[in-house]
């Protein structure tokens, strides 16, 4: 069975500075992994996603992640943060099987001044 | 395009009332989800759809059904609302051929509560 931890329920950072946000995978079969976006009263937005072709993966909005085989780990970061990139960041992993997906339990990113 | 469209976008139920929350998507996507969300837990599958007839359990089934009739709709019936029910409910769809992994696109959700 997959499970997806993500690290810290919420993170603040000062605009202009990195962001780093935590997510380890628990896979049995080499997983497909995605971060998403979610904006307030808003549905989920992917970032980027990771299927195995480039261990870094480069997402829209300046995000990036890689993936560590050897820590189980797809964590997200952005070298610079901005106001704008105040939102809740969800981990998921999926499998070929009924493209199904497993969602961590969600970051609040805070952006202060 | 639309996208995935989910009416309504707000609720509130009695308890023991029945409701059918309308999910549509225009991207002749073969794969549809309900997921439910509540605060601290993230996102539980509750049913999945791999294509019209055919749908399974997810994590959370109990107290909902579903249908797919058509490619384009999946709709959520929830038959005798409980409290426990009260959540936001994202309908999500994508495609795949071989099982290959592609992008979920969401709905905008729908804030059920139930009193």
């Known amino acids: 069975a997959q499970s997806v931890t993500q690290l810290g329920s919420h993170v603040s950072v000062s605009e202009g500075a990195l962001v780093l946000l935590r997510c380890n995978y628990s896979s049995s079969v080499p997983p497909y992994l995605f971060w998403y976006v979610q904006y307030p009263n808003q549905g989920l937005q992917l970032l980027l996603k990771?299927?195995?072709?480039?261990?870094l993966v480069k997402g829209i909005n300046g995000f990036e992640a890689e993936f560590k085989k050897s820590e189980t780990s797809f964590h997200l970061t952005k070298p610079s943060a901005h106001m704008s990139d105040a939102a809740e960041y969800f981990c998921a992993s999926g499998t070929g099987g009924g493209n199904k997906l497993t969602f961590g339990t969600g970051t609040q990113l805070k952006v202060e001044l | 395009n639309a996208g995935v469209t989910q009416t309504p976008k707000f609720r509130i139920l009695k308890i023991g009332q029945s409701m059918t929350l309308q999910c549509a998507q225009d991207?002749?996507?073969?794969?549809m989800y309900w997921y439910r969300q509540d605060p601290g837990m993230g996102l539980k599958l509750i049913y999945y759809s791999v294509g019209a007839g055919i749908t399974d359990k997810g994590e959370v089934p109990n107290g909902y059904n579903v249908s797919r009739s058509t490619t384009e709709d999946f709709p959520l019936r929830l038959e005798l609302a409980a409290p426990s029910q009260t959540s936001v409910y994202f309908c999500?769809?994508?495609?795949?051929?071989?099982?290959?992994?592609?992008?979920?696109?969401f709905g905008q959700g729908t804030r059920l509560t139930v009193v």
């Open positions: 999500a769809s994508s495609y795949s051929t071989g099982g290959l992994n592609t992008e979920a696109f």
């Open positions: 991207m002749n996507h073969n794969y």
């Open positions: 990771y299927t195995s072709a480039a261990t």
